[in-house]
């Protein structure tokens, strides 16, 4: 679990993600980039209904997960993953594993959550495999989703895991 303390950390390893794969993400790298040290801290720390989770490789940030349960009444049995990435330097040594593992353990611990969305764009086939792997299932493609100012258009796959109906 990463809190306002790693704001920095956070930042550093954010800003990488977004250069280094924009096709992965909403956010670019250019919004993230004029954000103040104390709104990224903001948004990390711990709250009852958020958290941000972080792999390390040895004493060095290496993956990010945030997770966040819905707020409104008619949505609060559903949680959602976002700003999943992992540095390239650390892949295929479980940090995604990891993080999924987290997430999804406190997803369960949220009293009334019965399931877990997130959405990945069409280029990210290895984090769909990750997702998958955890038990995640496509129920929808939406075309024309993303378009990344340069003229390309990317669809983005939605994925929900029921969690009543999954493994651990």
Known sequence: MLTAEDAAAYREVRLAALHHDPDAFITTAAEFE??????????IAPRQTFIAFGAFVGNELMGLLSLGREERPRLKHRANIFGVSVSPQARSQGCGDALMRAALAHARGWDGVTSVHLSVTETQTAARRLYERHGFRVWGTQPDAVRNGAGRILAEHHLCLLLDQSMS
């Open 34 to 43: 004029v954000r103040t040290a104390e709104s990224v801290a903001t948004q």
